[in-house]
């Protein structure tokens, strides 16, 4: 397997990970490799160049990190065959973050934080379908399990992946009825890959393309409270948008993680549960930014209601309004001070956008949007669909579905047919 890896991905390898009962030398942590490739990408090289080229003291030098550190790692290259053979009797893949089977959603929302090294077991190809993320407590109530069961199976039914953190509680209930509905799911592990991949129900959802197992850590490490967190940016990175069935109030993984994604500069959709019944966590994610949970589905795809629930939260509008605004139908002046960061990146769809582009003509505005929709209109392109078509599922106006798919048309996600003209996912 050392050979079919790039040599990229070795680079990180030697610089980042844990090999076995490996101690000689402690692996960079993600702000020391970001420093490196920060030195990398001034340098015009890449990681791989560190294996061959690139003399350690240089990066040392421009690092500060310790020259012997760097050399005793970049040195471990008999230890790092002897892993890649076990992994890869496993079934276990690996890849590095300049690698281009590397989430690119992942690497979009995360940017330098995104985990240098993903190990996984499935299709990688999953990470790039439409998804929901899936969270909440281990002990989960029966209301709310009732609810995280419904809510999978809707998502199979719909064409969404479930992606989820694979523990205990809701992760689990959540991604096993996704499966056992037809449909698909990513765990993303916080401990011991290796084990759950040799189980038995999860090596069969695997071979029939139905589950994905992901891990930012070596295939057998072990459970901590810091590898569970650092687990939850990637299911938020990996999910088009999240959903919280269950959050305890300032307590726990899962309040901890949904409070980071929501104070993210550029959040993807954080959707919470509100039936009367949910944990106080919910309603005080709610006021932080949250959007509640359309449990009126009706006839309409998941697609659908999620678009229109996410307008209605950037419209402003709340459960008591009777009036639901038509999506970027808007009248609010803009306040000067809004600041978005780091650039194009998914995120809530803002309800000042279209405001935003005609009257300040903010070109990074626009792309803030498109990211945002940009999963629901590749949902929506499972088959040829004329522009009014698009307008009438997303409930957008016609001028501004046509932007949104031209733009898709010439970044080569989706492929134009002539008389009638109409767009589809490229094949």
Known sequence: MIDTISEDTKAVLLLCGFFGSDRDEKPLSPPEYSRVVKWLVEMNRRPGDLIHDISVAQVAGSTQIAEDRLEQLIQRGVKLAFALEEWERNGIWVISRGDTEYPEKLKKHLKGSAPPILFGVGDKSLCEEVSLGMVGSRNVDQDGEAFAISIARICAANGHTVVSGGARGVDQISMNSAISAGGKAIGVLAENLLRKSLEREARKAIAQGQLLLLSPYHPNA????????????????????????????????????????????????????????????????????????????????????????????????????????????????????????????????????????????????????????????????????????????????????????????????LEKQQNPVRFSLKK
């Open 222 to 413: 072990k459970f901590t409270v810091g590898t569970a967190m650092a687990r939850n940016k990637v299911i938020y990175g990996i999910a088009d948008h999240t959903l919280v069935v269950s959050a305890e109030l300032q307590k726990g993984g899962t309040w901890a993680g949904a409070e980071e994604e929501l104070k993210r500069p550029n959040h993807r959709p954080v959707f919470v549960r509100l039936d009367g019944k949910e944990p106080s966590g919910n309603k005080k994610l709610l006021k932080m930014g949250a959007i509640t949970w359309p449990f009126e589905l009706g006839s309409d795809s998941l697609t659908d209601v999620l678009v229109a629930s996410i307008a209605n939260r950037a419209n402003g509008t709340s459960d008591q309004m009777e009036k639901q605004q038509v999506l970027f139908d808007v009248s609010e002046t803009v306040e000067p001070d809004v600041v978005l960061q780091e650039l194009p990146e998914q995120t809530l769809i803002s309800s000042a956008t279209v405001a935003l582009e005609d009257n300040r003509g903010g070109t990074d505005f626009a792309d803030e949007v498109y990211l945002a929709v940009l999963p629901f209109i590749k949902a929506c392109a499972d088959e040829p669909r004329t522009v009014a078509e698009y307008s009438r599922r997303l409930d957008v106006i016609v001028s501004q579905v046509k932007k949104w798919l031209e733009r898709a048309l010439a970044d080569g996600l």
